[in-house]
């Protein structure tokens, strides 16, 4: 089932048994199913039945939701790290392009402080550059005293 018809259906159902309810409460309130005594109770329990109905089917809706469709990402509008090295350039940011080609300039591999150094650009921004390219696949970069070593996955 869709996404989208799976949405529509639990709100669907949600939508009648909010009216059943609304419409059961106002009609035992309006006294236009005032009567016997049991027909007054029966109208009382039918409001409680479909409040408590009403509630069970939107819990479990958005559970079996949340069960049948778990987080889905779109996929990423970056180019990932297989594609060749004038591609992936197009998809990059100028900061994000300025770091990719400096490691490209020394041999693919470089450590942290001297891309802080040659870019002129702060630490913590260059760790963010760098974060973003580790997270789609451009480089790698492991712990290297106080530093980190960078390496260039594109060829």
Not at 62 to 73: D, G, M, Q, T
């Amino acid at each position: 089932m869709k996404r989208t018809t799976f949405v529509a259906i639990l709100v669907v159902l949600i939508f009648l048994t909010t009216v059943a309810s609304i419409e059961s409460w106002y009609l035992t309130t309006h006294g236009m199913m005032r009567g016997s005594g049991m027909g007054q109770m029966m109208s009382q329990v039918s409001v409680v039945w479909l409040v408590i109905v009403g509630s069970v089917i939107g819990i479990v809706g958005v559970l079996a939701y949340y069960v049948a469709f778990p987080e889905i990402k779109s996929p990423p509008h970056e180019v990932k790290g297989s594609g060749s090295y004038d591609v992936v350039l197009r998809f990059l940011k100028e900061d994000e392009r300025k770091v990719v080609e400096f490691l490209r300039n020394s041999g693919n591999e470089s450590l942290q402080k001297e891309i802080v150094k040659d870019t002129g650009f702060s630490k913590i921004k260059t760790h963010r550059i760098l974060a973003r390219l580790a997270e789609r696949g451009l480089i790698t970069a492991q712990r290297q005293g106080k530093t980190n070593r960078v390496r260039l996955l594109i060829q």
